[in-house]
């Protein structure tokens, strides 16, 4: 399931819940269980140490340390522990009532975030699993609210992680752009070297640079164009060529459009004024 952060953090924020339990626990590596499926209630699932692979209704999940991991009650499970070493984890059970399920589907369903390492969020564990071992009214209280910390947290990292990530992916792709702008290049071409629709890509490189990767593109190649017209000899099909326009009369009009001048225009009035 695709997660939106905000619509989760606004659902956590608005439905009534009870967390059931919440442990740490250790499974020695090369243990393996098929065939089997998940509690009744849903739940949370935050790696600490070691490695295992879970499958959630056929959804393969490789689970390590810096991961969030959730599952909605009674899926079909397969799960095994890799590596060498012993997988450590957290657990929480938490239940909504029936008539919020249907609001709520993020509770029923199967994801993970990448909140990173946190140690706000390990400590927040170990004080939520240590609340609920004094069972009172009280201490109740005090693990929803311990809960609702842990959300938030893991929530903010995880959104500060897709931010950082998305930063990257867009500088990326400038300076791909930048030294293929003279290829064939299309967005949905762009979008899938980084495994994203068109519009994915779209979004995210109008969020971080404030204009379309289309606009940033053409922008470039006129820049070329510009400088090959006022620095070379090269005729106005040769130059169009160069900047990635195989027809030079659709490049002359954008350029035009672009600039206020054609390319010849351009170039007449340099050799005019530097001759």
Known sequence: MKVNIDDMADGFSRISFDIIDAGRF?????????ATYTAAASGIIFPLRGKARMTFEGVT???????????????????????????????????????????????????ELNSGYSPRINDMLQRLCHTLRMPSNLQALRAKSLFLSFMDEVLTCSTNREK????????QSIEYMDNHYMEQLTIP???GQYG??????????????????????????????????????CSVSEISDY???????????????????????????FEKNTG
């Open 61 to 111: 999940y490789e689970m390590e340390p810096g991961r969030f991991f959730h599952a909605g009650p009674k899926m079909t499970l397969d799960k095994e522990v890799l590596g060498e070493s012993t997988w450590e984890f957290v657990l929480i059970h938490y239940k909504i009532p029936e008539s919020e399920k249907c609001t709520f589907p993020y509770a029923l369903s199967h994801y």
């Open 164 to 171: 950082e990530s998305g930063r990257s992916l867009v500088e």
């Open 26 to 34: 250790a499974i020695e590596p090369g243990r393996k269980c098929v």
């Open 196 to 233: 994203l629709s068109s519009k994915q890509f779209a979004y995210l490189f109008q969020k971080h640079t404030k204009m379309s990767p289309n606009e940033y593109l053409i922008s470039q190649r006129m820049k070329r164009a510009k400088e090959l017209l006022c620095t070379t000899t």
């Open 189 to 191: 071409k762009l979008a």
């Open 243 to 269: 900047v990635g326009y195989s027809d030079s009369y659709y490049f002359s009009k954008l350029f035009k459009k672009r600039t206020g001048a054609s390319p010849s225009t351009l170039r007449n009035f």
